[in-house]
Structure formats: structure tokens, C-alpha cells
């Protein structure tokens, strides 16, 4: 039994991830849900989060921001406009995007559109540094 | 031979100069054509997925009161907007030429024009055709940069002064070809990104995608999914085609650039050969009176 979906995550600047796996944990608008091959066609929303792909019996996690899911029998489709995979995620350059998001929306120098736009990316951070910080302790292997 | 030498030393000179210029033009073009071109690939992938996400949407006609989405109705008639997506600067070859030849199919009556460049407002300008709004965009303009152009847009639709939106664009194909293309993006419909189909008259069909699509459950909700996937496919659509755009104008100006050093080169080449051919026939005349003299006197 071809017990694998075909995940593919795709972002503006690339194709983050394609690969045969066996099993998705998408961070949904109605929560996490996780994604075994012969799943019901859904579509949904995605909030910024953390997505985890098992392949192989291993374990790969992926900080993704905003965007929708495509969900048939066969494949699993993600569409959103941030994708790292957790050992790329720099986080000292995100912990300063997000001092300079937090202190941008402080100091409301910046138009509604400007607000929502900044509280995007600060989302995006946030969820950067949920996947970094939540994985990579040294002492846990 | 009584071209003067010094005429065209002077000529050589200027052309000289010229070529000096266009090949820093074509430099800063290659380096910037280089990254549009990146820029514009790498969101084909992205854009083809979301208009397949619409594939159960779109597959059904909606007419003015039949259900779904404003986004998806398709209302007959009425006023047209198109979003003008030119270049700021010229000397880019025939590309802004061949874009705006397109404006004529529209009629001057109910057609308005929102302009993403200045080339195209101008021409608007003497056109006399209704222009709402013309946005400015950087070199590296960014997602929110285009959307707040495309919302405005969007906008007169939702209010219901136009009843579709169209893009008048340049479509990068590669290097060399770029092509002038107008899509309709409101009311959405699905249409595949990479694979271009080339129309007779230069400008690119739809080509509309027909799949076997089952059906799906929606979260949260239909409405609710639909409310931000449709606005969202509208936006990253008028981006991605602006980054295209901006590809096909760096590679036309590189092509024309270069088109134009290679000239100039060729024309200081034929221009010395003038020069050498009057100098060494000058020099001959003079050694045939030098010659000429000395043997009267002896």
C-alpha cells in the first residue's frame, strides 16, 4: 500500500519543500491537524505556524506563515508566503525583525494598511522563534 | 575627397561617446535583468498553484444574481478598468510600443485606466483616455507595495463602477521575447501562469484549465474561505504580473542596448576606415606636389 502523500509547500520566492511523506501536522485556522494519506479533499486555511512533516519515521519541522492548504487522497498542496525549515531559521535576525516590527506599530508612525502589513511579518517572527526555540535545545537530542 | 578629416574625427568622437554610455546601460541592465528575471521565474510556481486552488471555484459559471462570491460573478457589460503595467524609463527597444498598441482594443467611452509606470500614463495622456490613478513602484517594490495599487482597483470593482478588471502587462517569455499580454483578473478565473499559449495577433489567450475537481470541505467556512483566498489570489496575481513586467523591461533594455553598442561600434569601425582612407589620400597628393616640385627645380 502507497501509504505516502505528496506534500508540496509552495512560497512567492520558491518551492520550499516536495517531497513523498507520511504524514503532515498543518497548523489550520481551526487548529492543528494532521494529514495521513486518503484524507476527505479539504481546503483551508492556514495561520502562521509551525508545520511538521514525517518522512521515514523522522520528524522535519517547517516555520510557515500565512496561506491555504489543499488537501486530496493523494497530495497535500501549501500555499503560503513564508516557509524555513527549522535548522535555517536565524534567530537572531528574527528576534530583531521583531523589535523593529514591535517598536514600528509603538510608535504608530505608520498608515492602517502599514499596521496590518507589519503585524503580518511580526506573526511570521513569532512563529520563526516557536519552532527554533521549541526544537533545538543542545542538551535534548 | 574633400571630406574634411577633422569632420570626422569629431564624428568618431561622439559616436565613441555614445557607445560608452549605452554599454553602462547595458550593464546596469544585465545586473538588474538578472534579478528580475529570477524574481519573476520563482513566482510562477506560486501563482500556477493558487489559480489551480480556484479550480473548483471557477468551474461553474456565476451569472449577476447566481450565488458564490462578488469576486466570481461575471457581469455583462458595463465599464471596463485596465491596469496599464509599463515602464518608467524608455530606450527599453519596442516593448512599451508593442504594449500600447493593445490600448486600442478598448473603447475610449468605458474603458478607465489605472497605470503602473510612466511610460503609459503619458501615452494615456495623449490619448485622451480616462486615467483614475497612476502608482509608482521601485525597482524592488515588495507584495504590499503592489497591492495597495491592486486594492485600489479592486475596490471599484467590489463598489461596482467597472464590472472587469483587466491587465495589460508585458509577458516574459525570455531574453529576447518579451510579449504584450492582457489577462482578465476580476472576475477570477483560472488560468495557467507558465505555459504560454501565443495568440495569433501577439497577445496571449487564456488558457483556461478543465480538471476533474471533487469536492471539498471548506474551513472554516466556504464564505469566510473564499473572502480571503479570492481578494489574495487578485493581488499576488497583479504582483506577480508586475514582476514579469519589470522582467521583460530589463531584458528589452538590456537586448536594446546592446543592440546599440554593437552599432556604435560598427560605425566608428566604418567611420576609421573613411578617416584612414582621406588621410592616406591627402598624404599621397602631398608627396605627389613635394615630388613634383623638386623635379622643376632641378
Known amino acids: 500500500m502507497a501509504a505516502t502523500l505528496k506534500l508540496e509547500i509552495f512560497t512567492p520566492e520558491a518551492v520550499a519543500y516536495r517531497d513523498d511523506v507520511e504524514m503532515v501536522l498543518i497548523p489550520a485556522e481551526l487548529g492543528e491537524m494532521g494529514v495521513y494519506p486518503m484524507h476527505v479533499p479539504l481546503m483551508t486555511r492556514i495561520n502562521p505556524g509551525e508545520l511538521a512533516v514525517t518522512k521515514d519515521g523522522e520528524v522535519i519541522y517547517l516555520a510557515i506563515g500565512e496561506g491555504f492548504a489543499e488537501i486530496t487522497q493523494t497530495n497535500v498542496r501549501v500555499l503560503v508566503d513564508m516557509a524555513i525549515e527549522e535548522r535555517f531559521i536565524d534567530e537572531k535576525a528574527v528576534e530583531e525583525a521583531i523589535e523593529r516590527a514591535q517598536k514600528d506599530i509603538r510608535e504608530a508612525m505608520l498608515g492602517n494598511q502599514e499596521v496590518a502589513a507589519t503585524q503580518v511579518a511580526l506573526m511570521k517572527s513569532m512563529a520563526q522563534l516557536k519552532v527554533r526555540r521549541r526544537r533545538y535545545t543542545p542538551a535534548a537530542k | ?298
Do not use: W
Not at chain 2, 520563482?42 to 462578488?70: K, N, V
Not at chain 2, 523591461?249 to 553598442?261: D, F, I, Q, W
Open chain 2, 1 to 298: 575627397m574633400a571630406a574634411n578629416t577633422r569632420d570626422i574625427r569629431r564624428r568618431i568622437k561622439s559616436v565613441k561617446n555614445t557607445a560608452q554610455i549605452t554599454k553602462a546601460m547595458q550593464m546596469v541592465a544585465a545586473s538588474k535583468m538578472r534579478r528580475a528575471q529570477m524574481a519573476a521565474l520563482a513566482s510562477r510556481p506560486y501563482a500556477q498553484e493558487l489559480s489551480r486552488l480556484l479550480l473548483p471555484f471557477t468551474s461553474f459559471e456565476f451569472d449577476e444574481d447566481g450565488g458564490g462570491h462578488p469576486l466570481l460573478q461575471k457581469r455583462k457589460g458595463g465599464r471596463d478598468l485596465v491596469i496599464l503595467v509599463s515602464t518608467d524609463k524608455g530606450l527599453c527597444g519596442a516593448l512599451n510600443t508593442n504594449l500600447l498598441r493593445e490600448v486600442g482594443q478598448f473603447d475610449p467611452e468605458n474603458t478607465e485606466f489605472v497605470c503602473v509606470g510612466k511610460k503609459g500614463l503619458q501615452f494615456l495622456a495623449r490619448a485622451k483616455r480616462t486615467v483614475l490613478a497612476e502608482f509608482q513602484l521601485k525597482d524592488n517594490f515588495s507584495f504590499f507595495d503592489a497591492q495597495v495599487a491592486a486594492k485600489f482597483c479592486l475596490d471599484r470593482f467590489l463598489g461596482g463602477h467597472v464590472n472587469r478588471i483587466t491587465v495589460l502587462y508585458s509577458h516574459y517569455v525570455n531574453t529576447l521575447v518579451q510579449e504584450p499580454c492582457k489577462l482578465v483578473v476580476v472576475p477570477v478565473q483560472s488560468f495557467e501562469v507558465g505555459s504560454v499559449e501565443l495568440g495569433r495577433n501577439g497577445s496571449r489567450s487564456d488558457t483556461e484549465v478543465k480538471a476533474e475537481v471533487p469536492e471539498y470541505i471548506l474551513e472554516p467556512n466556504q464564505a469566510d474561505f473564499l473572502d480571503s483566498l479570492l481578494p489574495h489570489f487578485v493581488f499576488y496575481k497583479i504582483f506577480h504580473m508586475i514582476l514579469e513586467s519589470r522582467a521583460s523591461e530589463h531584458s528589452a533594455r538590456m537586448v536594446a542596448m546592446k543592440n546599440a553598442s554593437d552599432n556604435a561600434k560598427q560605425i566608428i569601425k566604418d567611420l576609421t576606415l573613411e578617416y584612414n582612407k582621406i588621410r592616406q589620400a591627402s598624404i599621397t597628393t602631398e608627396i605627389l606636389e613635394i615630388a613634383t616640385a623638386q623635379m622643376i627645380l632641378s
